[in-house]
């Protein structure tokens, strides 16, 4: 049955020493190179143990104070970003986790009253068959001393990969030497069973025949067979070559022949102009030197210290007993103070934050959710401002000073304080009553004074030298230990850029550097080789192609392959000069002549060589037209035939793109009528709204008069109305009173005052008849 082994697991020592190699090797990018070093870890794996644990920058010590309130406020602020935190703390997220776990199990623990016992954590540790989650953060297992066979191929092949530095493969290697062991087993097997049946094949010496070493005691050195009979004596010449031709090269040597090869590689890669970090020699970080602070008490004080107190204890031996000795000062009161003597501590902190801040985690963790309402979690601080921000500087006190220079003072009749907010001692001065010191710091200051004035003048005439510095020196001066300016490498660098510039500019053509007219285009046909007939003929060619390649170079950009030193083009121009002045000189105008008659004419092609027309004769100038003709009818034939071909593949390609094309301009056409027709329609209608608007004014103002006639012919008939009604009113009271004179009863009078027959005052009744009777003009229209 096939073993498999499943990847992942503890990691052991010898893993993690071989993946150390692998990316000293292969860097931190070549993951899945790393991992097929480790047959029991895959590439993942390895990622995650460098990131975890074997990274150097990865802190490991014990956590800080800060670094604990960092991580709870953190976790306040961003609950399960371990990968967030991590950066701002300064530790993995495994780190952070595994501590924020334990902070929070201390403030379980305190909550309910508990101590950490075995059996807690027993509790923590993996029970028999569970799994490491995350292998990659706990340290390595130690390498038994009986390794399997597994981890020891691993390890000799791991061995034999990191050790091949050369580009060689280790395996091909190795598989050459067992082949080569595998032939030399064969080959003494063959040897010894020829032997055993009596045959010997061989000089014998096969045990000496090794690589590049002679047996001088079993053969004769430089020994040449002489061949028999005549033979050409030129093969005995005298071979010169040495011994150590033969003999393989040693170690230091190949050292010194890769030394070389790779100095010239970095001379290579630095004319590339590569950024000259890559060339730097990486700095050994040697450890630093243990930088204490400065003491606070120094040693001048010290003696002070110790002077004042002698000359007190001194003075006070001589006139202890004197009554005026209680005028002088003890200046070894302060020390007699029992509270003063004793060293006082740094003020600590009045609560833990820390704690605090875990407590509060677990609260907000522990919480219900805030749908079954009640109240929230009582904390200590709702606070998110960072600890750093508000965290104050603890300092320890000066004793010695403060001690000595505080005034003497007693146990009792003094305002109670606290420790915490003492002001922290200083630089008091001391209190020298006797006056011992009080010169002492004008002394110095006068000693620095006058040693100041002793000094001589200053002279400024001094001369600047140059050192002398040759050009070939520059890449040398980059090799140095010397840290050069970044400014002064980008001068030195853009010069050496400038001079190559200037240099290739120098090697481009008379056209290109006097910024002459050049072509747009080039035309090939132009510079087409002709048939050779002669060495001219060929030499026109050769001219024809070189100038092709420099048009090429000036117009299109192309560099050509075979490029010419200007000590090699300073020597073409000689040899035209040369030339020229052995033709001796010419006459500009005459040759300006000829070659304006040359070029202004009609050339033709005769026999292959081009003539003006009017120096040909009359039967020469016929055929010459006439092949001229044919030419160029032949040519329109083919240009003709092509142009039709053209034309049928366009007509099979562009088809459907001219049925679209219809489509559109016919809808075009459509819309641009049917939008003239909508604009005269518009035109139209706005004229006529014109019209309009001038006809309903008048209308309404023909309307509003005539309404106006019509009320005033209304007012009128009103009134004429309200005078007939008056007058038929006036009638009918005529008509009865007429009646009432005729038909009515006699009125009774009593008291002065007429009385009806039923008792009621006949005048009333008149005038309630008048009243009553009397028509209202109706104010209604008609």
Request: proline share 5%; hydrophobic share 35%; glycine share 4%.
């Amino acid at each position: 049955m096939v073993r498999v082994i499943i990847k992942g697991g503890v990691w052991k020592n010898t893993e993690d020493e071989i993946l150390k190699a692998a990316i000293m090797k292969y860097g931190k990018n070549q993951w899945s190179r790393i991992a097929s070093l480790l047959h029991r870890k895959s590439a993942k794996q390895c990622k995650a143990r460098w990131q975890e644990w074997l990274d150097p920058r990865i802190k490991k010590t014990e956590w800080s104070r800060e670094e604990d309130e960092k991580l709870l406020h953190l976790a306040k602020i961003m609950p399960t970003q371990w990968r967030t935190i991590a950066p701002i703390v300064g530790r993995t997220a495994a780190q952070c986790l595994e501590r924020y776990e334990q902070l929070l199990d201390e403030a379980q623990r305190r909550a309910e009253g508990l101590d950490e016992g075995e059996a807690l954590r027993e509790a923590k540790k993996l029970k028999p068959g569970e799994v490491d989650p995350t292998p990659e953060t706990k340290p390595a297992r130690p390498d038994p001393i009986d390794m399997d066979e597994d981890e020891l191929e691993m390890l000799s092949e791991a061995r034999a990969r990191l050790a091949n530095t050369q580009g060689k493969k280790a395996k091909r290697k190795a598989r050459e030497k067992q082949l080569a062991e595998a032939r030399r087993l064969a080959s003494l097997q063959k040897r010894r069973e020829l032997r055993a049946a009596g045959i010997y094949a061989g000089n014998g010496l096969y045990r000496m025949q090794k690589k590049g070493i002679i047996d001088y005691n079993a053969e004769v050195p430089f020994e040449k067979p002489v061949p028999a009979g005549f033979h050409d004596p030129s093969d005995d010449a005298f071979d010169k070559n040495t011994i150590k031709a033969r003999e393989e090269k040693r170690r230091d040597q190949i050292e010194a022949e890769e030394r070389r090869k790779d100095k010239k590689k970095i001379g290579k890669r630095r004319a590339e102009e590569n950024p000259e970090t890559i060339f730097e020699k990486k700095q050994e970080h040697k450890r630093s030197k243990l930088i204490l602070p400065e003491p606070q008490v120094s040693d001048r004080e010290l003696e002070d210290i110790v002077k004042i107190g002698r000359a007190s204890d001194s003075i006070r031996e001589l006139i202890d007993e004197n009554p005026t000795s209680t005028l002088l000062h003890d200046y070894s009161q302060a020390f007699n103070n029992a509270q003063a003597a004793r060293t006082m501590r740094t003020p600590a902190a009045l609560s833990d934050n820390i704690a605090k801040a875990a407590d509060d985690l677990l609260a907000i963790t522990n919480a219900e959710t805030p749908l079954l309402g009640g109240k929230n979690a009582p904390l200590h601080t709702t606070d998110f401002t960072a600890p750093s921000s508000i965290r104050a500087a603890i300092q320890t006190p000066n004793t010695v000073l403060a001690a000595f220079a505080q005034t003497p003072k007693q146990l009792y009749d003094r305002t109670p304080g606290t420790v915490v907010s003492a002001t922290p001692g200083g630089a008091t001065p001391f209190r020298d009553e006797l006056n011992i010191n009080r010169e002492a710091g004008r002394a110095s200051v006068e000693e620095l004074r006058q040693a100041l004035k002793s000094l001589p003048t200053p002279k400024n005439d001094f001369e600047v030298v140059m050192p002398e510095e040759d050009e070939g020196d520059e890449e040398e001066d980059m090799d140095t230990d010397w840290a050069e300016d970044a400014g002064e490498i980008d001068s030195k660098r853009a010069a050496i850029l400038e001079k190559k510039k200037a240099k290739a500019f120098a090697l481009r053509t008379e056209v290109f550097r006097r910024k002459l007219p050049m072509p747009s285009k080039i035309n090939d046909a132009a510079f087409k080789r002709f048939p050779v007939k002669n060495i001219y003929d060929e030499a026109d060619n050769l001219i024809r192609a070189e100038m092709r390649t420099l048009l090429k170079w000036d117009v299109e950009g192309i560099e050509p392959v075979e490029k010419f030193t200007l000590d090699e083009l300073a020597a073409a121009n000689a040899l035209i000069e040369a030339e020229a002045a052995r033709l001796g000189p010419y006459d500009e105008d005459e040759y300006m002549v000829k070659a304006v008659a040359m070029t202004s004419g009609r050339q033709v092609i005769v026999n292959g060589q081009a003539h003006n027309l009017e120096d040909l004769p009359p039967k020469e100038q016929v055929k010459a037209i006439k092949g001229e003709i044919e030419s160029l009818t032949h040519v329109a034939k083919t240009i003709k035939g092509k142009s039709d071909k053209m034309q049928n593949k366009l007509k099979i390609i562009l088809q459907g793109y001219e049925k679209i094309e219809e489509n559109a301009v016919n809808s075009i056409s459509k819309n641009q009528h049917d939008a003239e027709i909508n604009a005269m329609e518009l035109a139209t209608f706005a004229e006529l709204r014109l019209y309009e608007r001038e006809a309903a004014t008048q209308r309404i103002q023909r309307l509003e008069a005539e309404v106006a006639a019509v009320h005033e012919e209304e007012a009128r008939l009103q009134k004429e109305f309200a005078e007939i009604a008056h007058q038929q009113w006036e009638l009918n009271q005529k008509a009865l009173r007429k009646m009432a004179t005729t038909e009515s009863e006699p009125v009774a009078y009593t008291n002065g005052a007429p009385v009806a027959s039923n008792g009621t005052d006949a005048v009333n009744t008149k005038g309630d008849d008048d009243e009553a009777v009397a028509p209202t003009p109706s104010t209604d229209s008609a």
